[in-house]
Nanobody
Framework: QVQLVESGGGLVQPGGSLRLSCAAS????????MAWYRQAPGKQRELVATFSSGVSGNIAHFLDSVKGRFTISRDNAKNTVYLQMTSLKPEDTAVYYC???????????WGRGTQVTVSS
């Protein structure tokens, strides 16, 4: 079993920055893919960023609308993945969820989410 706990959300003005953290515990491997999703009110959950590690090194993918503004990183020693968000826009307002895909169990795990509100 894997537990994911997000933190770092809050209220920020447009153009501001936030760093979200997701601490993972349980049976975790550095080869597990970790990701951030978000869900705005009345909208479907969407994939924001993924981070995976393999023989080719670390690979990150981003939603087009956040490219150049968000970065994702992982600290394997702390079992934590981060989402650094800069130049935030009101349309980034959503609940952000951490996700882990366990390669060993072929299972997905979710955190409870953290609210990000971008408003003046």
């Amino acid at each position: 079993q894997v537990q994911l706990v997000e933190s770092g959300g809050g209220l920020v003005q447009p153009g501001g920055s936030l760093r979200l953290s997701c601490a993972a515990s349980g049976y975790i491997s550095s080869s597990d893919t970790m990701a951030w999703y978000r869900q705005a009110p009345g909208k479907q959950r969407e994939l924001v960023a993924t981070f995976s590690s393999g023989v080719s090194g670390n690979i990150a993918h981003f939603l087009d609308s956040v490219k150049g503004r968000f970065t994702i990183s992982r600290d394997n020693a702390k079992n934590t993945v981060y989402l650094q968000m800069t130049s935030l826009k009101p349309e980034d307002t959503a609940v952000y969820y951490c996700n882990l895909y366990s390669a060993s169990s072929s299972s997905y795990f979710w955190g409870r989410g953290t609210q990000v509100t971008v408003s003046s």
